[in-house]
């Protein structure tokens, strides 16, 4: 790993964007600079945190660097993504703010040409609704509590409820979040990791 790795893991912000603006000036392509560096380096964050290594204070600390290097990165992904893959509308669920990793799914996500919605955090489930029937076609859900998650299901039942439920595919992800939680809520589908959140997008942005 890199100086990029090295820097989110200590949490160090202002090291993240110089080394993310070095490697692009070594003709680093801004996907495979996520993929290598910035993604594994917050797996290695989660793992700190899962294990009591770290605590809320660096988790928050590796946040900022994440995000000021994906502040930089951001408009090479989208200009580097295929158009028209679809609009995503993402958020952290209601009665969480946690948005590490909502954050890079929809940089992941952005990269690869779909159009993002970010809903930011503490999202109720009307917003969701909303966001569907403004023309969203794939509703990403993410929470790091574990006494959030029954706000998915809330979302699911309310898209349900709205009668929108064929007109978006619900992707759920997050620490606590298991594909067997994502079958139990009726979800479309579960994303362990960002990589394999825009694999999967792409496949629910399929016409259904």
């Known amino acids: ?23 692009l000036a070594s003709n680093g392509v801004a996907l495979e600079i996520v993929n290598s560096e910035m993604v594994p380096a917050m797996d290695e964050v989660g793992r700190r945190f899962e294990c009591e290594e770290y605590f809320v204070p660096q988790l928050l600390l590796s ?10 990165l951001r408009p090479l992904l989208a200009a580097a993504g295929s158009r028209g893959a679809g609009r995503v509308a993402i958020g952290t669920v209601k009665g969480d703010l946690h948005d590490i990793g909502k954050n890079i799914v929809s940089a992941m996500l952005e990269g690869a040409g779909f159009e993002i919605l970010d809903l930011g955090v503490d999202v ?13 076609g794939l509703v990403c859900l993410s929470a790091l509590l574990t006494t959030t998650m029954a706000a998915m299901k809330a ?32 979800a479309d589908g579960y994303g362990a990791n960002a990589t394999e959140a825009v694999s999967l997008a792409r496949a629910l942005a399929v016409p259904r």
């Open 1 to 23: 790993m890199g100086d990029l790795y090295d820097s989110i893991v200590r949490g160090d912000a202002p090291s993240a964007v110089a080394a993310a603006r070095a490697s």
């Open 63 to 72: 946040a900022r660097a994440m995000k000021g290097a994906l502040d930089l």
């Open 124 to 136: 109720p489930p009307e917003r969701f609704v909303e966001a569907v029937r403004s023309g969203a």
């Open 155 to 186: 979302t699911v039942d309310a898209l349900d409820a709205a009668g929108l439920r064929r007109q978006a595919a619900v992707m759920v992800g997050g620490a606590p979040v298991t594909r067997k939680f994502a079958d139990e809520i009726g």
